[in-house]
Nanobody, 118 residues
Framework: QVQLVESGGGSVQAGGSLRLSCAAY????????MAWFRQAPGKEREAVAN???????YYADSVRGRFTISQDNAKNTLLLQMNSLKPEDTGMYYC??????????????WGQGTQVRR
């Protein structure tokens, strides 16, 4: 059974940094895509960044240049380094993963989320 567990959220000030982690249990990232999404109160969930097993990354325009997504394959962990944080970066951040496709669509697995707040 696949389980994604996020951690690293917390309170931030404008200009600060946080690093989010997503530990993937029972999951093999080879040939797949993993991603970070976020949802602010009253807003729809939005894609923040993703990375596939070829190392190809995508960033939303709103975070490009400030956030970095990466994988620590030795620890089976997805990371999101967030720098130069803005008030609009607050919300619940979710980790997601595809079942067996490197195309970053149709995420089958989701974590419970970690909160980033002011």
């Amino acid at each position: 059974q696949v389980q994604l567990v996020e951690s690293g959220g917390g309170s931030v000030q404008a200009g600060g940094s946080l690093r989010l982690s997503c530990a993937a249990y029972g999951y093999t990232p080879s040939g797949t895509c993993m991603a970070w999404f976020r949802q602010a109160p009253g807003k729809e969930r939005e894609a923040v960044a993703n990375i596939n097993s070829n190392g190809i990354t995508y960033y939303a325009d709103s975070v490009r240049g400030r956030f970095t997504i990466s994988q620590d394959n030795a620890k089976n962990t997805l990371l999101l380094q967030m720098n130069s944080l803005k008030p609009e970066d607050t919300g619940m951040y979710y980790c997601a993963a595809t079942r067996d496709s490197k195309w970053c669509l149709g995420f089958a697995y989701w974590g419970q989320g970690t909160q980033v707040r002011r």
